[in-house]
């Protein structure tokens, strides 16, 4: 069974930084690709960030380049989002996935495709708000 638990959500004002973690068991991270995903109230899923099962490649939507940057400790079966600059729009419930790899849109946007990851995380709520 594969594990993935997110953690780190919370209330930040615009302009402020959350790091975002990614609990992973049941499966050997070396070998998953993980992403980032996020969906706002009344809003469809959105890819925010991928990074490749050797941490060698990374994705980001067009929203968050230059602001989001994600990790990997395969050691500690974690991946790590760290979010700065943080805007309202940002706010959303966000989740971790697996999979054999990324998966790259090239539709307007960027950012990572939910297809081919296979085991998801339950998601933690990030609110940005004054």
């Known amino acids: 069974q594969l594990q993935l638990v997110e953690s780190g959500g919370g209330l930040v004002q615009p302009g402020g930084s959350l790091r975002l973690s990614c609990a992973t068991s049941?499966?050997?991270?070396?070998?998953?690709?993980i992403g980032w995903f996020r969906q706002a109230p009344g809003k469809e899923r959105e890819g925010v960030s991928c990074?490749?099962?050797?941490?060698?490649?990374?994705n980001y939507a067009d929203s968050v380049k230059g602001r989001f940057t994600i990790s990997r400790d395969n050691a500690k079966n974690t991946v790590a989002l760290q979010m700065n600059s943080l805007k309202p729009e940002d706010t959303a419930v966000y989740y971790c996935?697996?999979?054999?790899?990324?998966?790259?849109?090239?539709?307007?946007?960027?950012?990572?495709?939910?297809?081919?990851?296979?085991?998801w995380g339950k998601g933690t709520l990030v609110t940005v708000s004054s």
């Open positions: 990074i490749s099962s050797s941490g060698g490649s990374t």
């Open positions: 049941g499966f050997t991270l070396d070998h998953s690709a």
């Open positions: 996935a697996a999979g054999a790899r990324c998966r790259i849109r090239i539709g307007v946007g960027g950012g990572p495709s939910s297809i081919g990851m296979d085991a």
